[in-house]
Nanobody, 121 residues
């Protein structure tokens, strides 16, 4: 059973930082692309950042320069470093990953359970 386990969400004040982690567990061949999405109350889920297996990234315009997505392939884990947080960053953050379960045969998309980030004074 392949799972994505997120951690790191918390309640912080504007201007502070958080680091979210997303660890893939279970039996599989490799983790391909990874991404973080977020969903605020009453809003649609949006893509925040995406990273390729080689480490190339792209970001939502509103988080560019503040958020950094990195990965440790040996640990099968992705990290979202969020700096200078703003109240509008408040949302449930979800990890997504494309995972090759069996090399050349089975590839699936997986979602984490979500972690709450609240930014408020």
């Amino acid at each position: 059973q392949v799972q994505l386990v997120e951690s790191g969400g918390n309640f912080v004040q504007p201007g502070e930082s958080l680091r979210l982690s997303c660890a893939a567990s279970g039996r599989f061949d490799r983790v391909n692309a990874m991404a973080w999405y977020r969903q605020a109350p009453g809003k649609q889920r949006e893509l925040v950042a995406k990273i390729t297996p080689g480490g190339s990234t792209n970001y939502l315009d509103s988080v560019k320069g503040r958020f950094t997505f990195s990965r440790d392939n040996s640990r099968k884990t992705g990290y979202l470093q969020m700096n200078r947080l703003k109240p509008e960053d408040t949302a449930v953050y979800y990890c997504w990953a494309d995972i090759t379960v069996v090399a050349g045969v089975k590839e699936y998309e997986y979602w984490g359970q979500g972690t709450q980030v609240t930014v408020s004074s």
